[in-house]
């Protein structure tokens, strides 16, 4: 282990400057005897990949940089896509507000334009400020500046000057200055000491932008400053016809948001527009959709851990930014978690350049192989199926290609779940909670055991068998397609049409269903045409018409036949383990966080991050090749609450010097006893150091308090047990 004996001079300044401290360790024999010698021939290996193994982290830090960026890149883009009608709104809002002012200005004199007051044909309009307040819905601001971000780029993309100014901007603390500087800074690129609404008229004036509005966005208005956020509005609304300028800003509760915060002479230069944004429940479904569901780069979770994740963004006030840290984390834990997992980025390559990934697989060292079929999920299949396959490379592929393809199943049945809930409004994630629950698919396994004659009545069982189930949304959807009227019963056909494109039975069904409903309709038009006082109608017809089952008893009964025969979610097969994070209790943990407990194991088992062999070979009994901060923290668990530093470092010391006892003995001869006693005062010197520097590192990581001025020899230990 490297410790350090010499401290390089450093700048006086860099004292302030912070940067992470690194635990370096001696390269071991074996690397250093490998070393090749530069006039040593070498064959260039082929490295089609690199050497995996089972805890092989560039591999997986690979496979995490992929996925995560398809991930965070389709999240980008749902979240785009979902405010993409509002942003065209408050796009086309901004322009007419525009046009509207540039009608009643006057014609524009340079020599004036550093004064507020404008010459206008219309005095109507002077003073007034065009404001469009977005109502955002949501109770924390972690989304909004995302959000009002991308408004600003939108609405610089249609061709105007655009001001993001934050709420803290608006505080007492910098004063009426602070907000303007935070606005002229944006738009005018320089720093400015002196702000005044009068440069930026000039800015304006010469440079010709009389074309373009300046748009000023302001986050949240609720959470700045009453007085200062006024005394902005009636220094704006000054030079609301010279500077064309329009005012947006995030409201979360509900119109009388202005009222509650502004003066009333504020109030009265406010022209006010109402806009809305998607709820934070909405762009969750949006995301589960794209990600989960639609499994963009092939990450899948378990039925608990959706929950969790469910949970955790209700716990933290509905931000979607929780939400995503959330994952990301699982999708960490995953890939730290299973030595296979790294297939995530085979899953992604072959569906961006449509290759096999057989040649891949074929490249895995015996041991990832042998794992994977040691796995519960392949075991359980197996000894069901009673399935002897060979346990290579080529059976592992076809395992997996048969998980896509019944996950591609499962994903169209739960879409058309979906499409029939919309019009009752019911939400994605519950039915997506339900789907992946393996409970209430082992009960549509058990409830399989029906004769032919329950089969043709499986209308009569639909509602007690989701009903044993559990499965209180899916049954709510199933009753609902009954009450469907005819024309958004025909719409739901045409979109499970689409959904089910690729598998021809049940393709083959709803085709049959739509085929039957066009025949229904062309013979009511028809008994319409007849004449009216054709009024007896045969008693015999009438009980086959009732004995007949109707459109929407048909598409209940189909429904209920894809759910139980195709819906399998992923914890049910087999290989899942790969791509299927499960543990809920890491997950909990890692968002949590817990630092104090992380820093006491690293320091008790070092080895393991560092792999060092000769000290995990010591059993955990300290040796002199640990690092100085590992050994002192060691040390420290055989006190109490206080710590002699005299005896701290007398116990130090014998660690370190233990190694260095065999040779004492050597060290007798007199001509050189002088040169020893030099030798062991630089020595004690340089464990004095040491001894001080891990003191240092252990009250910086929190685990230790320095001595005081009651106790100036002991130190205390603030954490205890690990």
């Known amino acids: 282990m490297y410790s350090p004996n010499e401290h390089p001079h450093t700048d006086p300044r860099a004292e302030n400057n912070l940067q992470p401290?690194?635990?370096?360790?001696?390269?071991?024999?074996?690397?250093?005897?490998?070393?090749?010698?530069?006039?040593?021939?070498?064959?260039?290996?082929?490295?089609?990949?690199p050497k995996v193994s089972l805890n092989n982290e560039n591999v997986k830090m690979e496979a995490f940089q992929c996925v995560w960026s398809k991930i965070e890149s389709k999240i980008k883009d749902v979240l785009r896509s979902i405010n993409a009608d509002v942003f065209d709104e408050i796009g086309q809002w901004v322009r007419e507000s525009f046009n509207e002012i540039c009608s009643c200005r006057g014609p524009v004199d340079p020599s004036k334009s550093s004064l507020p007051y404008p010459f206008v044909h219309n005095g109507g309009l002077v003073k007034k400020l065009f404001t469009?307040?977005?109502?955002?819905?949501?109770?924390?601001?972690?989304?909004?500046?995302?959000?009002?971000a991308e408004l600003g780029l939108n609405l610089k993309s249609r061709g105007c000057y655009v001001a993001n100014i934050s709420s803290l901007d608006f505080s007492t603390k910098n004063g009426i200055g602070g907000c303007l500087r935070a606005f002229l800074r944006q738009l005018l690129m320089v720093d400015i000491e002196a702000a005044d609404v009068s440069l930026l008229a000039s800015w304006y004036s010469d440079h010709g932008k009389y074309e373009k509005p300046v748009v000023v966005i302001i986050e949240d208005m609720e959470r700045c400053s009453g007085a200062l956020l006024s005394d902005f509005i009636n220094m704006l609304s000054e030079w609301s016809v010279k500077i064309p300028i329009i005012l947006i800003a995030g409201v979360a509760t509900s119109a009388d948001a202005p009222r509650n915060v502004l003066t009333t002479r504020a109030l009265q230069y406010l022209s006010t527009s109402i806009f809305s944004l998607k709820c934070p429940a909405e762009r969750l479904d949006a995301i589960i959709e794209a990600v989960l569901v639609k499994n963009c780069a092939g990450f899948s979770v378990g039925h608990k851990v959706a929950t969790f994740l469910r949970n955790y963004f209700l716990r933290q006030d509905g931000t979607v930014t929780s939400f995503v840290r959330a994952l990301k984390m699982a999708i960490i834990q995953q890939l730290s978690i299973e030595p296979l997992s790294f297939v995530l980025k085979l899953l992604v390559d072959e569906g961006d350049s449509k290759r096999s990934w057989y040649e891949d697989l074929a490249n895995l060292p015996e041991e990832l192989i042998k794992h994977s079929f040691e796995l519960p999920s392949y075991r359980k299949y197996s000894v069901n199926r009673n399935n002897h396959v060979e346990l290579n490379a080529m059976s592992l592929g076809h395992g997996l290609s048969e998980m896509q393809r019944l996950q591609e199943l499962w994903r169209s049945r739960?879409?058309?779940?979906?499409?029939?809930?919309?019009?009752?409004?019911?939400?994605?994630?519950?039915?997506?909670?339900?789907?992946?629950?393996?409970?209430?698919?082992?009960?549509?396994l058990s409830n399989q055991g029906c004769d032919?004659?329950?089969?043709?009545?499986?209308?009569?069982?639909?509602?007690?068998?989701?009903?044993?189930?559990?499965?209180?949304?899916?049954?709510?959807?199933?009753?609902?397609?009954?009450?469907?009227?005819?024309?958004?019963l025909s719409q739901l056909l045409k979109s499970w049409e689409r959904l089910t494109k690729g598998t021809m039975e049940v393709h083959e069904k709803i085709m049959e269903l739509q085929s039957q409903m066009v025949s229904e309709d062309v013979k009511s038009h028809k008994a319409e045409l007849t004449d009216i006082s054709k009024r007896h109608i045969n008693r015999r017809c009438l009980n086959v018409e009732k004995d007949a089952c109707t459109s929407n008893d048909k598409a209940v009964t189909l429904a209920g036949q894809m759910i139980r025969d195709t819906m399998q979610p992923i914890e049910c097969i087999p290989f899942h383990e790969l791509i299927c994070f499960k543990d809920v209790d890491n997950l909990q943990s890692a968002l949590a966080g817990d630092p104090r407990r992380r820093i006491q194991i690293d320091l008790l088992n070092f080895y393991k991050l560092l792999k060092c062999g000769c000290c995990s070979s010591s059993g955990g009994t300290l040796s002199p090749s640990m690092h100085d901060t590992s050994i002192m923290y060691t040390l420290a668990q055989e006190h109490g609450d206080l710590i002699n530093l005299h005896d701290w470092f007398q116990s130090f010391k014998a660690s370190i010097s233990s190694s260095g006892k065999k040779g004492l003995k050597k060290l007798a001869s007199p001509k050189k006893r002088k040169e020893n006693t030099s030798s062991q005062n630089n020595s004690d010197a340089l464990l004095q150091a040491r001894f001080c520097r891990a003191v240092m590192e252990l009250q910086i990581t929190g685990l230790l308090r320095m001595p005081s001025k009651r106790r100036p020899d002991c130190v205390q230990r603030v954490a205890f047990g690990v």
Request: charged share 30%; aromatic share 8%; net charge positive.
């Open 132 to 148: 469009g307040l977005v109502f955002t819905k949501n109770i924390e601001t972690v989304d909004d500046i995302l959000t009002f």
């Open 414 to 444: 739960l879409m058309c779940l979906y499409e029939a809930g919309r019009y009752h409004k019911v939400a994605l994630l519950d039915l997506y909670l339900e789907a992946l629950d393996p409970e209430l698919y082992n009960s549509r």
């Open 21 to 49: 401290f690194f635990v370096l360790h001696k390269a071991s024999k074996s690397s250093e005897s490998t070393a090749i010698s530069p006039g040593r021939p070498t064959k260039r290996r082929l490295d089609s990949s």
């Open 452 to 488: 032919s004659a329950k089969d043709r009545s499986l209308l009569s069982n639909n509602d007690k068998l989701f009903k044993l189930q559990k499965a209180e949304v899916t049954n709510q959807v199933i009753r609902k397609i009954r009450d469907l009227p005819a024309a958004k």
